[in-house]
């Protein structure tokens, strides 16, 4: 059994910002994957499905951010799962809009859902980085990820979450590699034949100039004597 957490803040204020990232990829997922309808459980919402042959917890933390890692670490407690089994979805200021990473352990970089889960369960979780990009100085970092995305995000963002989507049965899985190559598929689509420009061909040689004929000599042998000792 797996559980996948997405990290955000409740209520119709907070749905937009670019820190509910997390919730907006379980919802996806929920949605795409016909998962069950979300229920109030361990100070959040739950939803429980499918994906490949995994059974997967999805689980929305109501507690605010800062108070994440309560919901997730009661949701463990009950199921008995081990932080491996847990994969966090989030938003990421240290990566550019619309690129995702995939990372185990390691700091909590200052993001107060991350510290949360560090002192309830660890940092041995996975983790699903989501770029939202930085807004250039620490004081604005506030402001930034609680204000709405703008419209102009709007095409990044559903190819985004439509990748993560794509992929979750391969994070469900284990494989974080597939996982990314079906994020990149919606993300950087290959290109087509007719996207590929053809392919410069070598200029044909030039034919080598030849002389012009000569025109043949219709002197009579006495006339070229006498012109050869002009």
Not at 188 to 215: F, G, H, L, M
Request: proline letters at 7%; glycine letters at 12%; aromatic letters at 6%.
């Amino acid at each position: 059994m797996r559980l996948f957490v997405g990290l955000g803040n409740p209520g119709a204020k907070y749905a937009g910002n670019r820190h509910n990232i997390g919730y907006m990829a379980v919802d996806r997922i929920a949605a795409d994957h016909g998962f069950g309808p979300w229920r109030a459980k361990f100070r959040g919402q739950l939803a429980e499905g499918r994906l490949g042959t995994e059974k997967v917890l999805l689980l929305k933390p109501e507690t605010y951010m800062n108070l994440s890692g309560n919901s997730v670490g009661a949701a463990m407690q009950f199921y008995k799962l081990a932080p491996g089994d847990v994969t966090v979805f989030h938003d990421e200021l240290d990566l550019a809009p619309g690129k995702c990473r995939v990372k185990t352990g390691g700091g909590h970089a200052g993001h107060n859902g991350l510290r949360s889960l560090h002192g309830q369960i660890g940092d041995a979780y996975q983790r699903v980085r989501i770029g939202i990009g930085h807004p250039g100085h620490k004081d604005m970092v506030s402001h930034y990820v609680l204000h709405d995305f703008a419209k102009a995000d709007r095409d990044w963002l559903d190819d985004l979450l439509r990748g993560i989507s794509d992929g979750a049965p391969d994070l469900a899985a284990g494989d974080a590699g597939r996982f990314m190559n079906a994020v990149a598929l919606r993300t950087v689509p290959p290109r087509t034949s007719a996207d590929t420009p053809p392919p410069k061909t070598a200029p044909e040689p030039e034919a080598p100039a030849t002389k012009p004929e000569e025109a043949p000599d219709a002197r009579s042998a006495l006339q070229k004597l006498v012109d050869r000792f002009r």
